[in-house]
């Protein structure tokens, strides 16, 4: 039997917050990661995506992401070598590709069930990101369109759309940096819920980081909710969305009632035929390994006080959203709750 202190599952930039952490504190550990190479999600995504934050605003603990040459907001290729240096400087022991697909109570310990055997820990720390779990709304008719349909996931760049009829789906960073890279190559009509909300052009990822934390600290306090990211707006104006705007080629449509064969249908009848559809429509958290255990809330996530499970404290979540701390889904924020899941894991197994 395999036998360690804790199983921390998934070795994106949370699962190595974890690790840098639970190293520190003197646990033994192990990362298990399902992904063949270093760098979480930042390996998948589409070939222009730049953060929104500059590198040193945008670092794990311990270490600051060096400047990327050229770049104020570094590409996604200069966070994957970021992490991969990352694992290596801290020598954490991450095995990959190992695929988690239930974690069991098992008496005194939990039971990480893998395609390369079980693994017995003491704690788990859950940290397996919302990647390989896009969301798609149910709109009527997505199953008749007969071009081409997509996610956000499975989208990389404008080759392969060139002259098409584009529709790009969703009003958040991930449906306004794909239109705004589609926009010069193809007939593109963007479409979000509501209109746009640009944040203003000096704000980035910064400014998100401190409004994430100001509302978490107002909340805890009992003072009244100061709406967070929420309130700034939607849509950090990174240099090619800026730019798309600014020369009135990202102008939005209203959301559509429904597709059909050709395209979409707007309520008043209106249509426009396309050859594909992009839907950027978000994540949710990719908990299924977690199911055996039995915990999930009313809205799908695991109630949580800080990170760890209300209902199993051996286990922590890490990572997925402000549920599980604030700004904790990107790569400054995680560095904190990271800390106190370790913290909290050392006082219930060392
Ligand atoms: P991931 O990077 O997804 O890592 C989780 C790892 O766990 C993956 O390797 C996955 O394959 C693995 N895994 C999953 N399930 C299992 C399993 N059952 N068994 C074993 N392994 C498993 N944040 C910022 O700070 N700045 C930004 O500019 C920014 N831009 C973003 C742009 C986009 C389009 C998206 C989607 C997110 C962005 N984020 C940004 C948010 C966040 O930083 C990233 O989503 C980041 O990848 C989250 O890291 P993570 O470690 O939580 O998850």
Request: net charge neutral.
């Amino acid at each position: 039997m395999r036998r360690t202190q804790v199983v921390v599952i998934g070795g994106g930039q949370a699962g190595l917050a974890a690790g840098y952490h639970l190293r520190r504190l003197g646990l033994d550990f192990v990362i298990l990661d399902d992904q063949a190479t270093p760098g979480g999600a930042w390996q998948h995504t589409w070939d222009s995506l730049h953060l929104f934050s500059p590198a040193a605003y945008s670092s794990l603990p311990g270490w600051l992401m060096p400047a990327q040459a050229g770049q104020t907001y570094p590409d996604a290729r200069h966070v994957v070598g970021y992490l991969t240096e990352y694992e290596r400087r801290y020598d954490l022991p991450v095995q990959r590709p190992v695929h988690v697909s239930g974690v069991h109570r098992d008496g005194a310990l939990l039971r990480v069930e893998t395609d390369h055997g079980p693994w017995h820990a003491g704690a788990v720390v859950s940290a397996t990101g919302t990647w390989w779990r896009p969301f798609l709304p149910a709109v009527p008719g997505r199953a008749q369109f007969r071009g081409r349909q997509l996610h956000t996931v499975g989208y990389r760049s404008p080759a392969g759309f060139a002259g098409q009829r584009v529709v790009v789906v969703g009003g958040g960073n991930s449906g306004a940096q794909i239109a705004a890279d589609l926009v010069h190559d193809t007939e593109l009509t963007w479409v979000t819920q509501r209109p746009p909300r640009f944040l203003a052009d000096d704000i980035d990822g910064r400014a998100l980081f401190d409004a994430a934390t100001a509302r978490r600290r107002a909340l805890d306090q009992g003072a009244a909710d100061t709406g967070g990211v929420a309130s700034l707006g939607d849509i950090v104006a990174v240099p090619p969305v800026r730019e798309a705007r600014d020369a009135g080629l990202l102008k939005a449509s209203p959301m559509f009632e429904r597709l059909d064969a050709d395209g979409v249908v707007w309520a008043d009848g209106t249509r426009a035929s396309a050859d594909a559809v992009i839907w950027c429509t978000g994540f949710r958290p990719a908990l299924s390994h977690l199911a055996p255990l039995g915990l999930r809330g009313p809205r799908g996530h695991i109630p949580t006080t800080g990170t760890r499970a209300l209902g199993e404290p051996r286990l922590h979540l890490l990572g997925y959203g402000d549920w599980t701390g604030p700004a904790s889904a990107t790569v400054i924020g995680v560095g904190r709750p990271a800390r106190d899941a370790a913290r909290e894991i050392a006082a219930l197994v060392l």
